[in-house]
C-alpha cells in the first residue's frame, strides 16, 4: 500500500524559507512523477511543481525561481524547498505520486507565510 508521509512546513515570514519533505512507502518514487499541490483558502488545489521519473523539474510560473523540488532516491524521498516566501504562498500543501493508474496524497500541511 502506498503512503507518502509529509513533514516540515508551519508559519514564516515573508522572504523566509521552508522546506517540505515527503517519504514514500510501497512504491519507488524514480519510477513515477511526484509532485506538490497546494490548495490556499476558499482556493481550488492547484499544482505547483513536479518531477518526472527521469528527473526533470517543472513549476508553475508563480513559483519559478524560488521553489526548487528535488528527489532523494535513496531515502525515496522527495522535497520542496522553498525560498522568498509571500503572503501568496499560504495554503496547506500536499505530496502527490502520480502511478498512472492511480494518484495518492500526502495528509496535507498547512504553510502561513505572514507578511
Known amino acids: 500500500q502506498v503512503q507518502l508521509v509529509e513533514s516540515g512546513g508551519g508559519l514564516v515570514q515573508s522572504g523566509g524559507s521552508l522546506r517540505r519533505s515527503c517519504a514514500a512507502s510501497g512504491m519507488i518514487i524514480s519510477s513515477y512523477s511526484m509532485g506538490w499541490y497546494r490548495q490556499a483558502p476558499g482556493q481550488l488545489r492547484e499544482l505547483v511543481s513536479f518531477i518526472t521519473a527521469d528527473g526533470t523539474a517543472n513549476y508553475v510560473d508563480s513559483v519559478k525561481g524560488r521553489f526548487t523540488i528535488s528527489r532523494d532516491n535513496a531515502k525515496n524521498a522527495v522535497y520542496l524547498q522553498m525560498n522568498s516566501l509571500k503572503p501568496a504562498d499560504t495554503a496547506v500543501y500536499y505530496c502527490?505520486?502520480?502511478?498512472?493508474?492511480?494518484?495518492?496524497w500526502g495528509n496535507g500541511t498547512l504553510v502561513t507565510v505572514s507578511s
Open positions: 502527490n505520486a502520480d502511478l498512472l493508474t492511480s494518484y495518492y
